[in-house]
């Protein structure tokens, strides 16, 4: 089974910036698809960024696009987050999701993203 291994979340200001990174147990040419949901105590899992194999096709959230931004760099087998200008109502848990070709999907365990303001 895919294991995925979340990182970099914490705690940061308002405005600020913070670079999540998600390990993938799998060499990711088998991850057809890998991207990030969040969910704030309280609300449903939302999604925020998902990004093609070769990285050539990302889509974001509305309330992300601008500020945040989806890679993978294959060779390490990682997926990332860029995420500048946050704001409070960034505060979340952030999910590293993937999509294998035969359809299976798998899920990190989540990291923690607290903005303050």
């Known amino acids: 089974q895919v294991q995925l291994v979340e990182s970099g979340g914490g705690l940061v200001q308002a405005g600020g910036s913070l670079r999540l990174s998600c390990a993938a147990s799998?060499?990711?040419?088998?991850?057809?698809?890998m991207g990030w949901f969040r969910q704030a105590p309280g609300k449903e899992r939302e999604f925020v960024a998902t990004?093609?194999?070769?990285?050539?096709?990302?889509s974001y959230a509305d309330s992300v696009k601008g500020r945040f931004i989806i890679s993978r760099d294959n060779a390490k087998n990682t997926l990332y987050l860029q995420m500048n200008s946050l704001k409070s109502e960034d505060t979340a848990v952030y999910y590293c999701?993937?999509?294998?070709?035969?359809?299976?999907?798998?899920w990190g365990q989540g990291t923690q993203v607290t903005v303050s303001s």
């Open positions: 990004i093609s194999w070769s990285g050539g096709s990302t």
């Open positions: 799998e060499r990711t040419f088998r991850l057809y698809r």
């Open positions: 999701n993937a999509v294998e070709r035969s359809g299976s999907t798998y």
